[in-house]
């Protein structure tokens, strides 16, 4: 087995050295998007996304309005990103007919899968997927479902007037809005409602799955490998290392093999 020498090291170190000035001049000063205002350290690396994101905790969002405030409506948040907040760039940046546009990698991957239409880059072939389901939410679809949605409200209603008003208890509203959302979408998506409503005190949820799903997304979006060693993974596993994504884990694997198996 090779080993490589002081000299041989000393040269790849070098390399490492004027790649990174090489790409840290071309960020600060030559890229497309440089002349925008926003802190130096998002311009040159996506480190400083992870910071509020990971070691923040979810941070990001509230820390793009602070750069807002100090910037103004238009900000540099990364490399390659502007975040905008002005409502009269709405009909800009949402026109349709602008021609084919493919969605922006570095976020489609956001989730894991390239298979499904959210993380789907190419123009054309998101385009085929998104054809596919759109039928399913035209507006004469939603219309049909209303009294579906209707019934899950009512009885939402039913249980906080039974728990809060009756008994004086007090209701976890993140867990109980939870519940309706995740039976009303069950019920639409597949036939089938998880009925988390009936749940006594709205304890079985998705509620910490899915706040486990977005803190891992955070993650999964600088090191994309994430996800599919996390479909890789024994559940044992999994149940034993992060309990509460075991939900999300199970759903996902369900998805992705009931076209393999028949079952959908």
Not at 129 to 137: C, E, L, M, Q, T
Not at 175 to 197: G, P
Request: net charge positive.
């Amino acid at each position: 087995m090779a080993i490589l020498s002081g000299p041989h090291l000393a040269l790849g170190a070098a390399a490492l050295v004027l790649y990174l000035g090489v790409l840290a001049v071309y960020r600060l000063y030559l890229s497309p998007i440089a002349k925008f205002p926003g802190p130096r350290l998002a311009a040159l690396s996506n480190w400083y996304e992870f910071y509020y994101d990971v070691v923040r905790q979810g941070d990001f969002t509230w820390q793009i309005q602070r750069l807002h405030k100090k910037y103004g409506p238009v900000v540099r948040i990364t490399p390659t990103e502007l975040h905008i907040d002005d409502p009269d760039y709405y009909e800009q940046l949402y026109a349709r007919g602008t021609g084919r546009r493919n969605k922006y990698s570095y976020f489609a991957g956001r989730f894991g899968y390239a298979s499904d239409c959210f993380s789907t880059v190419d123009h054309d072939l998101h385009r085929q997927r998104r054809k596919a389901i759109s039928p399913f939410f035209s507006a004469a679809k939603i219309a049909n479902f209303q009294p579906v949605i209707h019934a899950k409200v009512d009885k939402l209603c039913a249980r906080l007037a039974a728990d809060a008003a009756d008994k004086g208890a007090v209701v976890r509203l993140s867990r109980a809005w939870m519940a309706l959302t995740t039976d009303v979408i069950t019920e639409y998506a597949f036939a089938k409602s998880y009925d988390q409503l009936e749940s006594p005190d709205f304890a079985d949820t998705l509620n910490e799955a899915l706040v486990a799903i977005y803190v891992t997304g955070h993650f999964a979006l600088h090191f994309p490998i994430v996800f599919p060693i996390l479909d890789l993974l024994p559940e044992w596993f999994v149940r034993w290392g992060q309990p509460d994504i075991m939900p999300v884990v199970g759903l996902r694997k369900v998805c992705y093999l009931s076209p393999l198996l028949g079952l959908c």
